[in-house]
Protein backbone atom coordinates (compact mmCIF):
# COMPACT_ATOMS: atom_id res chain seq x y z
CA UNK A 1 0.00 0.00 0.00
CA UNK A 2 1.24 2.93 -0.85
CA UNK A 3 1.65 6.56 1.32
CA UNK A 4 -1.24 8.02 -0.67
CA UNK A 5 -3.58 4.53 0.26
CA UNK A 6 -2.34 5.16 3.85
CA UNK A 7 -3.89 8.20 4.51
CA UNK A 8 -7.79 7.52 3.46
CA UNK A 9 -9.98 4.59 4.47
CA UNK A 10 -12.68 2.64 3.14
CA UNK A 11 -15.31 5.37 4.83
CA UNK A 12 -13.41 8.05 2.50
CA UNK A 13 -15.74 9.39 -0.47
CA UNK A 14 -13.18 11.16 -2.53
CA UNK A 15 -12.74 9.45 -5.64
CA UNK A 16 -9.34 7.39 -5.77
CA UNK A 17 -8.02 9.52 -8.58
CA UNK A 18 -8.08 12.43 -6.40
CA UNK A 19 -6.42 11.05 -3.40
CA UNK A 20 -2.64 11.68 -4.40
CA UNK A 21 -3.97 15.40 -5.06
CA UNK A 22 -5.19 15.66 -2.00
CA UNK A 23 -2.24 14.55 -0.07
CA UNK A 24 -0.23 17.15 -2.17
CA UNK A 25 -2.33 19.69 -0.70
CA UNK A 26 -1.63 18.88 3.05
CA UNK A 27 2.26 18.45 2.19
CA UNK A 28 2.26 22.23 0.69
CA UNK A 29 0.20 23.19 4.29
CA UNK A 30 2.52 21.10 6.15
CA UNK A 31 5.81 22.16 4.40
CA UNK A 32 4.76 25.94 4.55
CA UNK A 33 3.10 26.59 6.94
CA UNK A 34 3.39 23.70 10.34
CA UNK A 35 5.48 24.59 13.37
CA UNK A 36 4.92 21.79 15.33
CA UNK A 37 2.85 18.55 15.91
CA UNK A 38 1.67 17.17 19.40
CA UNK A 39 -0.53 13.52 19.65
CA UNK A 40 -2.63 14.49 22.02
CA UNK A 41 -3.97 10.30 22.58
CA UNK A 42 -4.40 7.84 19.44
CA UNK A 43 -7.38 9.90 18.53
CA UNK A 44 -6.44 13.51 18.81
CA UNK A 45 -3.70 15.18 16.93
CA UNK A 46 -2.21 19.24 17.46
CA UNK A 47 -0.81 20.61 14.67
CA UNK A 48 0.36 24.20 15.05
CA UNK A 49 -0.02 26.38 12.25
CA UNK A 50 1.64 29.98 10.93
CA UNK A 51 -2.12 32.00 11.48
CA UNK A 52 -1.36 33.70 8.18
CA UNK A 53 -2.45 29.43 6.80
CA UNK A 54 -5.77 29.69 8.85
CA UNK A 55 -7.75 30.91 5.91
CA UNK A 56 -6.30 28.21 3.86
CA UNK A 57 -5.96 25.58 6.41
CA UNK A 58 -9.94 25.94 6.93
CA UNK A 59 -10.76 25.62 2.95
CA UNK A 60 -8.90 22.55 2.92
CA UNK A 61 -10.01 20.91 6.04
CA UNK A 62 -14.06 21.87 5.22
CA UNK A 63 -13.30 19.64 1.91
CA UNK A 64 -11.66 16.91 3.72
CA UNK A 65 -14.66 16.44 5.98
CA UNK A 66 -17.06 16.71 2.84
CA UNK A 67 -15.24 13.39 1.78
CA UNK A 68 -13.93 11.77 5.02
CA UNK A 69 -16.34 13.21 7.29
CA UNK A 70 -15.19 11.36 10.46
CA UNK A 71 -12.27 13.89 11.01
CA UNK A 72 -13.38 16.60 13.20
CA UNK A 73 -11.09 19.76 12.84
CA UNK A 74 -10.85 22.43 14.80
CA UNK A 75 -8.86 25.92 14.96
CA UNK A 76 -8.31 28.12 17.94
CA UNK A 77 -5.84 31.20 17.77
CA UNK A 78 -2.73 30.65 20.27
CA UNK A 79 -2.08 34.03 20.48
CA UNK A 80 1.48 34.31 19.38
CA UNK A 81 1.28 33.88 15.48
CA UNK A 82 0.24 30.55 15.34
CA UNK A 83 -3.14 28.70 15.13
CA UNK A 84 -3.80 25.38 16.57
CA UNK A 85 -5.84 22.48 14.55
CA UNK A 86 -6.85 20.20 16.20
CA UNK A 87 -7.48 16.97 14.27
CA UNK A 88 -9.69 13.90 15.66
CA UNK A 89 -11.28 11.01 14.90
CA UNK A 90 -13.80 8.54 16.76
CA UNK A 91 -12.07 5.33 17.81
CA UNK A 92 -12.79 3.13 14.94
CA UNK A 93 -10.91 5.34 12.61
CA UNK A 94 -7.81 5.70 15.28
CA UNK A 95 -5.31 4.09 12.70
CA UNK A 96 -6.12 6.54 10.05
CA UNK A 97 -4.85 9.73 12.14
CA UNK A 98 -1.49 8.01 12.05
CA UNK A 99 -1.20 8.80 8.30
CA UNK A 100 -1.74 12.16 8.57
CA UNK A 101 0.30 12.72 11.27
CA UNK A 102 3.41 10.63 10.24
CA UNK A 103 3.49 12.81 7.16
CA UNK A 104 3.38 15.99 8.93
CA UNK A 105 5.90 14.37 11.08
CA UNK A 106 8.38 13.71 8.08
CA UNK A 107 7.90 17.50 7.58
CA UNK A 108 9.01 18.03 11.00
CA UNK A 109 12.05 16.07 10.65
CA UNK A 110 12.97 18.26 7.44
CA UNK A 111 12.43 21.45 8.28
CA UNK A 112 11.95 24.11 10.98
CA UNK A 113 9.59 22.68 13.29
CA UNK A 114 9.44 20.59 15.82
CA UNK A 115 7.38 17.06 16.71
CA UNK A 116 6.42 16.76 20.16
CA UNK A 117 5.74 13.46 21.36
CA UNK A 118 2.57 13.61 24.59
CA UNK A 119 1.89 9.88 24.68
CA UNK A 120 4.42 9.19 27.34
Not at 11 to 25: D, F, G, I, Q
Not at 41 to 51: F, I, T
Not at 100 to 113: D, F, H, L, W
Request: charged residues 20%; aromatic residues 8%; glycine residues 6%.
Amino acid sequence: MSANEDWVSSACTLPTVEWPLRVAEFDQLFATALRAVEWRDAMRLLLVLDAGAQAAARELTDRETGCCSFFSFTFAPAGDGTVHLKVGVPPAHSAVLGAPAARAGEVANSSRISEIDLSS
